[in-house]
T-cell receptor, first 115, second 111 residues
Framework: GAGVSQSPRYKVAKRGQDVALRCDPISGHVSLFWYQQALGQGPEFLTYFQNEAQLDKSGLPSDRFFAERPEGSVSTLKIQRTQQEDSAVYLC?????????????FGNGTRLTVT | DAKTTQPPSMDCAEGRAANLPCNHSTISGNEYVYWYRQIHSQGPQYIIHGLKNNETNEMASLIITEDRKSSTLILPHATLRDTAVYYCIVRAPSGYSTLTFGKGTMLLVSP
């Protein structure tokens, strides 16, 4: 079946521009996660949704970062007034959620380069 | 979440078994051990997870020590396509809990 899909695959933005990154999770997956991965590092948690509710946004690095999942399916990560330090790969993952210990399934990410 | 310790890099000859160790001495009784790998330019790929018992699937085997303080991921017949960074992660039991990635082990499989 289809996995987690992210678009665009690559994004180049000039410093100060706003960007929007899209995630299509696996159908029926309740939980959705966003991660940021800097070059040579492991992914770092940004935020978590259960259906449409954003239950944890403790990893968002600043108030320029905003995520939404209005209908409990597709999610968008928005970064306002991009800075060079925002350059990274942004990964989305989804899981069944619930009480079972269901694994997270990741997309291939969006590589953001801020010039 | 408990922290994990992995060697930064390992080498393996193609066709041989790759045994990747992980220490998680502060793991709690209800936390799971998860393994993911990340091939260059791709997202992390789920491999396997377990609680107490050894687990096996089509990709790998997971051996967890009786005291649960360490585990080993076994790739029985490594191929060049298994070259990747392997992450060992301890995760709280809820399906809503996130994953905390460390630096992982860079496994290089050579011909």
């Amino acid at each position: 079946g289809a996995g987690v899909s992210q678009s665009p695959r690559y994004k180049v933005a000039k410093r100060g521009q706003d960007v929007a990154l899209r995630c299509d999770p696996i159908s029926g997956h309740v939980s959705l996660f966003w991660y940021q991965q800097a070059l040579g590092q492991g992914p770092e948690f940004l935020t978590y949704f259960q259906n449409e509710a954003q239950l944890d946004k403790s990893g968002l690095p600043s108030d320029r970062f905003f995520a939404e999942r209005p209908e409990g399916s597709v999610s968008t990560l928005k970064i306002q007034r991009t800075q060079q330090e925002d350059s990274a790969v942004y990964l989305c993952a989804s899981s069944l959620g619930g009480r079972n210990n269901s694994p997270l399934h990741f997309g291939n990410g969006t590589r953001l380069t801020v010039t | 979440d408990a922290k994990t310790t992995q060697p930064p890099s390992m080498d393996c000859a193609e066709g041989r078994a790759a045994n990747l160790p992980c220490n998680h001495s502060t793991i709690s009784g209800n936390e799971y051990v998860y393994w993911y790998r990340q091939i260059h330019s791709q997202g992390p790929q789920y491999i396997i997870h377990g609680l107490k018992n050894n687990e096996t699937n089509e990709m790998a085997s997971l051996i967890i020590t009786e005291d649960r303080k360490s585990s080993t991921l076994i790739l029985p017949h490594a191929t060049l396509r298994d070259t990747a960074v392997y992450y060992c992660i301890v995760r709280a039991p809820s399906g809503y809990s996130t994953l905390t990635f460390g630096k992982g082990t860079m496994l290089l499989v050579s011909p």
